[in-house]
């Protein structure tokens, strides 16, 4: 595991699987971890949207700012008569999609230790692929200044 001593904005752009900042805390260990760090610097967005058949963007990341995805979760309930589902995007790319057969519903979620970052205008958006198909969704992060 690498360990960078520098301040956390410094490391922003060095963040890799593992890395950890030392850091004077005032949490009961000596290891400041990344997540920890954009829980007391940033600015928590908690989103959630609904769609059947359609797309939604639940968020757009600022001019200036930066989006850490550190978790998401995704609800489907399927009645279009054949197997279809949703998925949860981020920066276009989905991290997050299921497809349960019809008359079911399925529920999953994801957590990112190393949490997906997103830049100025790339968004955070839920898919449904058909009709009658509801897809219902959740992503929380941090808005950090870039």
């Known amino acids: 595991m690498a360990t960078i001593n520098t301040t956390p904005k410094k490391i922003l752009d060095k963040l890799d699987s593992g ?3 030392t850091q004077p805390t005032t949490k009961t260990h000596n290891v400041y971890t990344f997540n920890e760090w ?4 940033g600015t928590l967005k908690l989103l959630q949207g609904s769609v059947e058949n359609d797309s939604e ?3 757009t990341v600022p001019t200036g700012k930066v ?3 550190t978790s ?3 609800n489907i309930l399927n009645n279009s008569g054949a197997a279809n589902g949703g998925s ?4 276009g790319i989905a991290i997050l999609g299921i497809t349960p057969i019809n008359g079911t519903s399925l529920t999953n979620s994801a957590s990112f230790p190393i949490p997906i970052k997103l830049t100025a205008d790339q968004t955070v958006q ?4 058909a009709l009658n198909t509801k897809t219902s969704g959740r992503a929380q992060g941090y808005e950090i200044s870039a």
């Open 19 to 21: 890395v950890t900042v």
């Open 72 to 74: 998401c979760n995704l």
């Open 126 to 129: 839920i898919f449904s692929n």
């Open 67 to 69: 989006f850490y995805l």
């Open 88 to 91: 949860i995007r981020a920066g």
């Open 57 to 59: 963007t639940l968020y």
């Open 38 to 41: 954009l829980a007391d610097n």
